[in-house]
């Protein structure tokens, strides 16, 4: 078992305010409380030990609500377990009372210090920023620090983005973030061994009480702001909190009338030792201890290491501690994170087609897993990565979906594919990629016979592209949102109807088949959305930035970030992504800023500005990428510029300018450059370089 001496969890929750609290001897901890409030939300009812049933969400820029919601009606408490507890053999509750429903805990913890909290003037955050609380019994001691983070101070970056990762995607936290520590003293002679310690979440995110709730744990790695954060308490520690629990309600058949998908979770820099993706039935009026969940596993230590669970959910992280010595402490920061997609990135179904073997196909969002017909083979996926799969269809067979989604009955609607056409399709025919149609109406996704995408809803609403798709790898997108039919493909819109009123059906559900007609090629990733879809998700790291552009549909192309900025291929046969073109857009657009009106955003490859007072869009960074990737062809590159995963392509950092003034020089004597890019823009923008190299060199001499 792993020894630890440090864990650190981070929490996104909703300030409150408290009245004045006492010192109190030999009281439960349930008797006192403390809230804790931020300009957006506030928490209510957190006790001695750090329970709490109630946060409360308002509106903020992240979170387009009228009012303000409940995130936790639910449970959000921890337990304690070390040989010899005296709830042997199971761990100890550090509450003595959970509430809806009503039941006592086997806790025998007291208030040491009442909770209090308090508005640290130090701390820019508006509002109680800061609370403490202290419990113990004939064992241990547990102090219970707690500190609201602003990520828009202390250099973190800009309104917020603590990422909270499910599955595939994520969405970035509220800009207001709360540390939650426990620190573990043991007060006795003797040591306190094999000690654990448990953290549970109920939530009830976009104040959904039915059971329509997703939980999951995942450890994706991701640039987390708190890394950068500085606590005004030294007893929080930070870093990158990738071990999370996150939960998040699902809109799909909602039975409480939920308008908007919320997300509630926990982090840890630390990996647990156990999780669990459970269930607990909370919200019942009276005294009831539910007899079967997570809360069971707990006190039993043993957690159901699921990394998923749906409906009435709760997860839970332990960490194994080891043994504390008389008088020594362990420190655990733990935390819960808001958040919320007010933009349409999050899909109700997903098709990954990574199972790579049998005839399922699974839906890891919704669970409207797919059955195989006729034996469709299983090859490499778009990304060519290992591990990456996707489904070949060879004209007789296909994908049965076993339920109707729902979305797709409805007028608000998107279809996302990526597709690999095969040779020899037929003029005239249809070769569907995603279909829920019967009878001339209903959405159908496709590639017609001369190969031009199609979405088609009914004969008075549908779209195809002006353009036809080569046998290569291509993203299709269809949406509709009650008025227009809009096809996008590769991240360009190519087709856009106005045709408004119309509907989908339930009816018969396929991938690879509709109305007769079979798919022939390969498709991976089908994705289905209940809104109208943003080329660029929400969950990409540089959609602050792609907002402030102005949402240029170029950023949202495969290859743009590699230093395509011209979307397009290059050099006749060679067929090169990234050209001369691309680098004539870097020229023309040198040294531009946000608000110039001739300033092409797709120039701007690198996604952010050049710091310092310049602030220019374009410049080394994206000259770097260009240069990096120079007479590079799509197999060379990595092409996932709209993912969510997609890592940072910027080399400025490092940057020799003098190597890239010699081999722009060099480039230079190349007749098909200097076709391509206006004489007097090279040689001003060359001149810039060479003065930007005479300003590192005597920066260089006055710093000897």
Known sequence: MRKVKTVVVVAILVGVSLGSTNVTQAVVPSAEILELRNPYWRAEWIDAAGYSDKFYWGPSPRHDVSGEHEMLSGEWGAAIYYTGISTEPKAMWLTNEFVLPDWYTNSDFQIMDSPNQWDNPANPVVGYDTGHSSIRNAQVEIDIDYEMVDLGQQGTSGQGGSPMTFGDFLVKSERYIMLQTYTITNITANPSNNLEFYQMLHGHPGNEYAAKVNSVYSTTYRDDPLENYTPFNPVHTVGNFRYEITQWNNLEGS???????????????????????????????????????????????????????????????????????????????????????????????????????????????????????????????????????????????????????????????????????????????????????????????????????????????????????????????????????????????????????????????????????????VIDEVRIYNCVWECLPLCHPDYDDWLAMGKPQCWCTPYQCDGDADCRHSGGLTRYRVFTGDLSLIVENWQKRLGDPTLNPCADVDHRDSGGLTRFRVFTGDLSIVVANWQKRDADLPGDCASCERGQRSLAAGLDLTAMVEWLDQLWRDKEVRKAIDKDKWLSFVESLKGLIEEETQDARSGQ
């Open 255 to 521: 039975a409480t009338g939920v308008s908007h998908r919320d997300w509630i979770g926990f982090g840890s820099t630390i990996e647990p030792t156990w999780i669990e993706n459970g269930t607990y039935a909370g919200h019942y009026e009276g005294v009831y201890k539910p007899p079967v969940g997570t809360h069971l596993n707990i006190e039993a230590g043993t957690l159901n290491e699921e990394l998923r669970s749906y409906g009435e959910v709760a997860g839970a992280m332990g960490w194994f501690l080891g043994a504390l010595q008389p008088g020594q402490s362990v420190s655990l920061t733990l935390a819960v994170m808001f958040g919320s997609a007010s933009t349409c990135h999050v899909p109700v179904a997903q098709w990954k087609f990574d199972e790579g073997t049998g005839n399922k196909a699974y839906d890891t969002i919704g669970g409207n897993d797919g059955r195989g017909i006729g034996n469709p083979s299983w090859v490499a996926g778009h990304s060519g990565q290992a591990g990456d799969y996707a489904l070949q269809f060879s004209g007789n067979n296909y994908v049965s979906l076993t339920n109707a989604v729902n979305a797709l009955a409805g007028q608000t609607v998107t279809i996302s594919a990526w597709v690999k056409p095969a040779a020899g399709f037929v003029p005239g025919s249809y070769y569907p990629i995603v279909t829920q149609y019967a009878g001339g109406q209903g959405y159908y996704l496709s590639v017609n016979g001369s190969y031009y995408p199609d979405f088609f809803l009914n004969s008075n609403c549908f779209v195809t592209s002006p353009d036809p798709i080569d046998t290569n790898w291509h993203y299709l997108v269809g949406t509709y949102d009650g008025q227009y039919i809009k096809l996008y493909v590769d991240g360009f819109l190519k087709s856009s109807v106005y045709a408004p009123g119309y509907t989908g059906v339930d009816a018969s559900r396929y991938i690879g088949y509709g109305d007769l007609q079979y798919f022939k090629g």
